[in-house]
């Protein structure tokens, strides 16, 4: 799953992953493309608040960075 | 000043601050370095402002010059060094969490070496004490102690290691709060974090190899140009006399009400994430991280109810950056809150930021529709 938050400021990006990770199946993934600097600090520590599991940045097709992260629960 | 609770920005003006200004702006508001009689007192005055940072510092008075401010005096400290070290080297060895005065004049610099923290914020002293060994270093800088998160360096052990590198270390939030760590080659602090005026301190160990960043003049050892501010040198130096008479009762005071705040905060808000080293901290500095918290929500709803505080959010900022601390150290930034005492800061008021602290959080959790997620 992917989720754009293009434009969107923190902590809303991170809302985003809150609101969909169940929708993902458990060893999945789900990907948000953030444009907002505190997007990669918070999902990672989101990850480890939360107990899932941080698999990394990428880029969108556009270069937006994209924070992709496993559901383990 | 209830609810004054970001102290490290600029404490309130200390009594015996106000009183040394207000006496200083009658007497030495003339041209220290005129051999007339107004002249000769505010060079007086000057010199005994002097000797008395130095006293507090551990310095010797003509190893202090006096800037404009505290960010001044921390470009001046790492600027000055690496120029005065260019035939060892250009790169600067720092940590990633030094105060972004430092990192700003470390920016002009092509060489520098940023060494990595911890999670509580501690710079991995072997990675620097490595790196600043390296080839082509001038100048290592290491903070005294984080001014976001409170967390200490290892600047004692780390300047036993590096051979003859100049250490630069960043003493704003330290001096007048806690001792003066020794090792340090070129020094600077910050006048309104111990309840002084608008001042900076830099200074240069005798031997250390330093040369003025900015056109020289005769002022201040050729370390800083133009008329130094008398009065205001006169009223950091009555501060700082002050506060360090009380400061081992002043920090054990403010040690506990942090101490409160780590474990009343964790206790009672949820989804928190109190950040620094528990221990190993400036006695007045405490921080912490909301998730689905807007940082600058929280300031609002703070302030409304009448208390102060900063964020290192990055809504909270004019680049929209987070804050470059709590990155390095691989922090939550959402609804981050440094709460940062000063000498007269008392429980009550402690226990009311407390009080109304989860309620806040939760207004503004339920105002985003964050809410059980």
């Known amino acids: 799953m992917r989720l754009d938050a293009r434009g969107r400021r923190c902590?809303?990006?991170?809302?985003?992953?809150?609101?969909?990770?169940?929708?993902?199946?458990?060893?999945?993934?789900?990907?948000?493309?953030?444009?907002?600097?505190?997007?990669?600090?918070?999902?990672?520590?989101?990850c480890r608040m939360r107990g899932h599991e941080y698999a990394g940045e990428s880029r969108a097709e556009d270069g937006t960075p994209a924070y992709t992260v496993r559901r383990l629960h | 000043m209830p609810g004054f609770l970001d102290a490290a920005s600029g404490a309130p003006l200390h009594p015996a601050a106000r009183a040394a200004l207000l006496a200083a702006l009658d007497d030495g508001w003339a041209d220290p370095a005129r051999l007339y009689g107004a002249g000769r007192r505010a060079a007086l005055l000057l010199d005994a402002a002097r000797e008395a940072v130095a006293d507090g510092l551990g310095a010797?008075?003509?190893?202090?010059?006096?800037?404009?401010?505290?960010?001044?005096?921390?470009?001046?400290?790492?600027l000055g060094t690496l120029a005065g070290n260019r035939r060892a080297g250009l790169q600067l060895v720092h940590s990633t969490v030094e105060h972004s005065a430092v990192l700003h004049a470390a920016q002009g610099n092509d060489a520098s070496v940023p060494i990595g923290v911890d999670p509580t914020g501690r710079v991995d002293a072997a990675a620097f004490v490595a790196a600043a060994r390296g080839p082509q270093v001038g100048a290592a800088a290491l903070q005294a102690a984080n001014h976001e998160v409170g967390t200490t360096q290892p600047v004692t052990e780390v300047a036993a290691q590096i051979g003859g590198v100049p250490l630069v270390v960043d003493l704003t939030q330290t001096l007048g709060h806690a001792?003066?760590?020794?090792?340090?080659?070129?020094?600077?602090?910050?006048?309104?974090?111990?309840?002084?005026?608008?001042?900076?301190?830099?200074?240069?160990?005798t031997g250390v190899?330093?040369?003025s960043p900015h056109p020289e003049d005769e002022r201040e050892s050729r370390r800083v140009p133009g008329v130094p501010d008398v009065p205001s040198a006169v009223?950091?130096?009555?501060?700082?006399?002050?506060?360090?008479?009380e400061r081992d009762a002043v920090a054990a005071r403010q040690r506990a009400l942090v101490e409160r705040i780590r474990n009343v905060v964790a206790a009672t808000v949820p989804d928190v994430e109190v950040v620094g080293d528990p221990v190993h901290r400036l006695p007045h500095i405490v921080t912490f991280s909301c998730l689905y918290v807007d940082g600058e929500a929280l300031l609002s709803g703070l302030d409304r109810r009448g208390?102060?505080?900063?964020?290192?959010?990055?809504?909270?900022?004019?680049?929209?950056e987070p804050s470059h601390v709590l990155v390095a150290m691989?922090?939550?930034?959402?609804?981050?809150?440094?709460?940062?005492?000063?000498?007269?800061?008392?429980?009550?008021?402690?226990?009311?930021?407390?009080?109304v602290?989860?309620?806040?959080?939760?207004?503004?959790?339920?105002?985003?529709?964050?809410?059980g997620l």
Do not use: K, M, Y
Request: aromatic content about 4%; overall charge negative; proline content about 6%.
């Open chain 1, 11 to 46: 902590p809303l990006p991170i809302l985003d992953l809150a609101r969909h990770i169940d929708e993902v199946a458990v060893g999945a993934t789900i990907t948000v493309e953030a444009d907002d600097p505190a997007a990669r600090p918070d999902v990672q520590a989101w």
């Open chain 2, 235 to 245: 009223a950091a130096a009555a501060a700082l006399r002050a506060v360090l008479a």
């Open chain 2, 307 to 320: 208390f102060a505080v900063s964020s290192g959010s990055s809504c909270t900022s004019s680049t929209l």
């Open chain 2, 179 to 205: 001792p003066v760590p020794d090792g340090w080659s070129v020094a600077a602090a910050d006048a309104r974090t111990w309840g002084g005026p608008t001042l900076g301190v830099v200074a240069v160990r």
């Open chain 2, 357 to 371: 602290l989860p309620e806040v959080v939760a207004d503004v959790r339920a105002e985003l529709g964050a809410t």
């Open chain 2, 209 to 211: 190899r330093w040369r």
């Open chain 2, 330 to 355: 691989g922090a939550l930034t959402s609804g981050n809150v440094r709460v940062s005492l000063h000498a007269g800061s008392t429980e009550a008021e402690v226990g009311e930021f407390l009080a």
């Open chain 2, 60 to 78: 010797r008075p003509d190893e202090i010059s006096f800037t404009a401010n505290g960010t001044q005096a921390l470009h001046a400290a790492v």
